[in-house]
């Protein structure tokens, strides 16, 4: 069974940074698309940024009101993926959870339990 474990959320000043952690297990990551989503406080859940994979290795994407802020990075022998944020708004307080998304006929997600992220003004 996968397993997503995050770690590195806490209240954070507005223009500050942080990095966010997520480990994963229970299977192999090397070719599945991994990233995060997040949900602010009333709102639903959306798309923050993705590592997809392809045959041709890998992309990523970003939701456009943090592609310039936030980065996004895997490591595959660690079977972690990461998000460096930074230049941080109080919108960008909300739960970050981290995504393992299997493709297939069936397509499959896994989900973090997903740190806070309270960005004082």
């Known amino acids: 069974q996968v397993q997503l474990v995050e770690s590195g959320g806490g209240l954070v000043q507005a223009g500050g940074s942080l990095r966010l952690s997520c480990a994963a297990s229970g299977r192999t990551f090397t070719n599945v698309d991994m990233g995060w989503y997040r949900q602010a406080p009333g709102k639903e859940r959306e798309f923050v940024a993705m590592t997809r994979w392809s045959w041709r290795g890998y992309n990523s994407d970003y939701a456009d009101s943090v592609k310039d802020r936030l980065t996004i990075s895997r490591d595959n022998a660690r079977n972690a993926v990461y998000l460096e944020m930074k230049s941080l708004k109080p919108e960008d307080t909300a739960i970050y959870y981290c995504?393992?998304?299997?493709?297939?006929?069936?397509?499959?997600?896994?989900w973090g339990h997903g740190p806070q992220v309270p960005v004082s003004s």
């Open positions: 995504n393992v998304h299997l493709d297939g006929p069936v397509p499959v997600d896994f």
